[in-house]
């Protein structure tokens, strides 16, 4: 699966903004990578206030992208290069702007139409305080207060506005915006926040900061995170799903173990939910061993498979988090520095390992778009440019998400590198023209190179079986075997020796695959023996 994100594509118009006629000018790429299927991240019509899940009508594209009829011919488009289209969903808030926080505003304070989200009176004199303690993921309290003096619930930005789940308007709205594209032939859908539908109506207190953006919460009961109640809203959108043939649903759910996301992956809920263990981990062989022993045997245990990512459009892009030294926080860091601590020749070398180590796992695998050219994080973006709502709502403290949403650099010339004829919406690192697609077209040892090889055989050899055996080898080196395909990946500082009687069929390092015997550090490669 390869995740395009929409604004930050290709940009069909000149306006700066990637877009839908983008996105069907691209197709013939995207089919020339191998892959499945496409993940496109919110396009509806919204303020992209926070880059789209700020939804204002989920049966409208937004103008910036396009239309319906745009939307529709991509789909058919794509299907007919062989590439399914799955849409993102976004159910626990609306935007702002949406006709039912709009119509909720002008209502009276317990009205039904406030109903269909959470509005509250608040505590202490006069209700001048929130009704709860809950911390936006974002930074700053989690509820706003209307001049009426009702104060409404949003765990994101304040623009977002989080719906009621207990509602049978909304249950009822949200099973029909799903058959609403069913209908117009989209293969799946993702789920955001998957995990934060259903919040606990007694209002408790935590006492605590919320959890940062994306990372797991550990604590029990938790009032508004992986609450049970989620189960049998999700069965509802599966028995709508499996009315159509072959379509699928993966979760965005951020919970504390294998044993809660196994509850997702239930054979009357999700396809697939997000595994993103591997993008809170260091460079670590022992950690990167215990999270696919663990997750290949548990998944299995409940019948299903594991669902890899590396990188999405929440994280920093991990060539750059793999040349930070272990142990730093790479959120502060993009603002916070040191900048000079960053080995960034290292850390591309190591991402690309880490992506062939991905490809040969058993499962599905999620590619970023950029993954395949080696894309790092746009790290230095100067604060005047910075649209990510974090940044206002952490008070200045975080950076927030814009460094992994750069237009991608398809061209290496031109205004915006072969973007769009307009300035793009976020400026591109002058050097990107060097990993441009063009650059890397002309280079059979590309990165790009290698995502295609390695996406081939994984199509005819890979996915015929979701067997991994550990193939015995050095600690620091990960090596298991998946059939006719035997992964090596040295995660050490010395080269190691590869046994004898294998032939390299792709190595992330294009000195590697001559060189035989001995396989380099930061460096993986595909044996067939
Ligand atoms: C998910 C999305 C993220 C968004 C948030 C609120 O985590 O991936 O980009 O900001 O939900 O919708």
Not at 87 to 112: K, Q
Not at 366 to 378: F, K, V
Not at 471 to 482: K, Q, T
Request: negative net charge.
């Amino acid at each position: 699966m390869y995740q395009v994100y929409p604004r930050s594509f290709a940009d069909g118009n000149g306006d700066g903004t990637g877009d839908i006629a983008g996105i069907r000018s691209r197709i013939p790429y995207l089919a020339s990578l191998g892959i499945d299927a496409i993940w496109i991240n919110p396009w509806y019509r919204s303020p992209l206030a926070d880059g789209g899940y700020d939804v204002a009508d989920y049966r409208e594209i937004e103008a910036r992208y396009g239309t319906i009829d745009g939307a529709a011919a991509l789909i058919s488009e794509a299907n007919e290069a062989g590439i399914k289209v799955i849409v993102d969903v976004v159910p626990n808030h609306t935007s702002r702007e949406h006709p039912w926080f709009v119509e909720a505003l002008a209502a009276e304070p317990g009205s039904a139409a406030r109903n269909r989200y959470h509005f509250q009176p608040g505590k202490g004199a006069d209700g001048a305080e929130p009704p709860t303690d809950w911390t936006s993921v974002f930074g700053g309290p989690s509820w706003s207060r209307l001049p009426d003096g009702d104060w409404y619930l949003h765990l994101f930005d304040s623009s977002q506005p989080d719906l009621n789940w207990e509602n049978p308007e909304v249950r009822a709205e949200f099973l029909s915006i799903l058959e609403f594209w069913l209908e117009r032939g989209v293969d799946g859908f993702r789920v955001d926040v998957a995990h934060g539908l259903v919040k606990d109506m007694t209002w408790p207190d935590m006492e605590s900061e919320t959890d940062e953006l994306l990372t797991a919460n550990s604590q029990e009961n938790h009032p508004f995170w992986d609450r049970d109640g989620i189960h049998p809203i999700v069965r509802e959108w599966r028995a709508l799903v499996d009315r159509y043939e072959d379509r699928m649903m993966v979760a965005e759910a951020w919970v504390p173990s294998l044993e809660r996301l196994a509850l997702y992956l239930r054979p009357d809920e999700y396809h697939q939910s997000f595994s993103f263990d591997f993008v809170g981990t260091d460079w670590d062989p022992s950690e990167f061993r215990r999270i696919i022993t663990e997750s290949t045997t548990k998944t299995a245990t409940i019948g299903s498979t594991t669902t890899w990512v590396l990188n999405n459009h929440d994280v920093v892009r991990h060539p750059t988090r793999y040349g930070l030294p272990n142990g730093t926080n790479w959120r502060a860091w993009l603002l916070d520095g040191p900048h000079d601590i960053l080995d960034a020749e290292l850390g591309a070398r190591r991402a690309l390992a880490a992506n062939l180590m991905l490809l040969a796992l058993p499962g599905s695998a999620y590619l970023y778009q950029g993954d395949e050219l080696g894309l790092p994080e746009a790290w230095d973006l100067p604060i005047e440019v910075l649209d990510d709502p974090v940044w206002e709502r952490s008070n200045h403290t975080r950076k927030g998400r814009d460094g992994c949403r750069v237009p991608i650099p398809w061209t290496s010339d031109g205004p915006s590198l072969g973007f769009g004829d307009g300035e793009p919406w976020l400026p591109q690192p002058p050097e990107w023209a060097e990993i441009s697609v063009e650059a890397q077209e002309a280079d059979p040892n590309s990165p790009l190179a290698m995502h295609r090889k390695a996406l081939a055989i994984r199509a005819e050899e890979l996915v015929v079986s979701e067997t991994l055996t550990w193939v015995d080898s050095a600690p620091e080196v990960i090596a298991f075997n998946r059939g006719t395909i035997e992964c090596w990946m040295n995660m050490g500082t010395t080269a190691v020796d590869l046994p004898a009687d294998a032939a390299i069929v792709v190595a992330s390092d294009s000195g590697q695959a001559t060189s035989g015997a001995s396989l380099k550090p930061n460096t993986a490669v595909w044996l067939r023996r």
